[in-house]
């Protein structure tokens, strides 16, 4: 009996199965809407992420053309025409120029002093006395002796004659007449000893009374009266010279040439002393001599200057900045040290000029530098007398950018354009283009 086919239920027999097509392309469809609104959602939050970061660029942007358009505040200073010294520079010390450390000729108990500590003194004035009593006994007991043997010497010179008029009478013998004048020549050489013991216990005496050998400043007191000081032993007190004072100070064995050139030739070098940093100007002096020889162990020759003092404001011990005049440079163009900018092309520095509007502006100006020296600089060429240049400020500026001007406040006081920061000792005959120090002579403020 033939199989019967149920409607609508696929037989068995009747090949492969294929499964229903419409499930399949919807599920495919919604599979790639899903990715589509992915898509779709990134691309917006990418969107909008680099719409906020345009934003705020053209914000930053539209900030910093505000701020390059602002004006920039700078302090300006003129450069300067004007003759400038060139100068040797060394650290010197202040040393009195003559000390004197007072001891006691004698041995004795010191007396009450006659002086007050830190006083001027004369040469010659007293200064201290030690008890004289035992001296003047000994020098009391040397007269005494000498009188002694004075009056011997006249009893025995009577007897000389006594018997030379015998013996000439025939009366004394030759011997006896010859041991009466040799007794006298005795008392005469006794009485050369006693008046040398005389004159030493004078002498003694008078080295009870200290007097002070120079005029200078007296020290501080070493020695308390009522003490028992010993002859040449003890230090009772230091007077120092002050005016005129001494500097010594140190220079390359290169440099001293052409300082031995200027001696030789008679002429006088100005020194000048300045405090230890090197700003405050103290004194004017001269260079007196060098050393007659060359430190081996430093390759340094000592010199010394000499300063009149005559204010007292350098004091021995002190450590001073001198400054040894070699020659001047004149109609230099000065700059302040601080105006001077390095780029990939050179020195250059900002100069401040106005615009076709009458604003002020910022250039930057390429210059050539002779010598520097702290917070000196001199140029040889880049700029004219009277230019206005940029001293702070500098980092903020970009050609053409306007600015508003003020002065540096000027620091009272005298001060020395230089830096001992960035100059170095001697640079007057270093390396080109920085070898040499210059800068204005600074007078001293009265």
Not at 92 to 113: E, F, I, N
């Amino acid at each position: 009996m033939p199989t019967q086919e149920t409607s609508g239920i696929p037989s068995l027999h009747s090949g492969s199965i294929e499964p229903p097509a419409a499930p399949a392309r919807k599920s495919h469809v919604l599979r790639i809407a899903i990715y589509f609104l992915i898509l779709a959602l990134a691309a917006a939050v990418a969107w909008r992420i680099y719409s906020q970061k345009k934003a705020a660029q053209q914000a930053s942007a539209s900030q910093a053309a505000a701020l390059l358009s602002r004006p920039a505040p700078v302090q300006v200073a003129p450069a300067d025409q004007k003759s400038m010294p060139l100068y040797l520079t060394a650290l010197g010390t202040v040393t009195p120029y003559m000390s004197v450390t007072v001891k006691a000729r004698v041995s004795g108990q010191l007396l009450p002093v006659h002086f007050t500590e830190g006083q001027e003194v004369r040469e010659g004035q007293t200064i201290m006395s030690i008890d004289p009593k035992p001296y003047q006994a000994a020098l009391d007991q040397a007269k005494g002796t000498l009188a002694h043997d004075q009056a011997l010497l006249k009893n025995a010179q009577a007897e000389a004659k006594r018997y030379d008029a015998l013996y000439a009478a025939g009366v004394a013998s030759k011997e006896t007449m010859e041991t009466n004048q040799a007794t006298a020549g005795q008392y005469e050489g006794a009485i050369q000893a006693d008046q040398a013991a005389v004159d030493t216990a004078r002498l003694q005496l008078s080295w009870c009374s200290i007097q002070s050998p120079i005029s200078g400043k007296i020290g501080l007191r070493l020695v308390d009266p009522g003490n028992i000081i010993t002859a040449n032993t003890t230090n009772l007190v230091i007077i120092n010279q002050l005016r005129p004072i001494a500097v010594y100070f140190t220079l390359p064995e290169n440099q001293l040439p052409a300082v031995l050139d200027k001696l030789r030739s008679t002429q006088k070098l100005t020194v000048d002393a300045y405090d230890r940093g090197d700003v405050l100007h103290i004194a004017t002096g001269q260079l007196l001599t060098t050393d007659n020889q060359i430190d081996t162990t430093t390759g340094t020759a000592k010199l010394k200057a000499v300063f009149d003092n005559a204010n007292e404001k350098l004091f021995p011990n002190q450590f001073v900045n001198i400054h040894l005049q070699m020659e001047d440079r004149p109609n230099a163009i000065v700059v302040p040290s601080a105006a001077i900018q390095s780029g990939v092309q050179g020195s250059f520095v900002w100069v401040i000029v106005k615009d076709a509007k009458g604003n002020s502006v910022a250039q930057m100006q390429p210059i050539k530098v002779a010598l520097t020296e702290g917070q000196v600089t001199i140029l040889d060429s880049g700029l004219a007398a009277g230019a206005s240049v940029v001293v702070d400020g500098a980092d903020r500026l970009r050609p053409g950018q306007p600015v508003t001007v003020s002065t540096p406040r000027q620091r009272t006081g005298q001060q020395n354009p230089k830096n001992p920061q960035n100059s170095q000792q001697g640079s007057l005959f270093a390396a080109p283009q920085t070898s040499t120090g210059g800068k204005e002579h600074a007078k001293e403020q009265k």
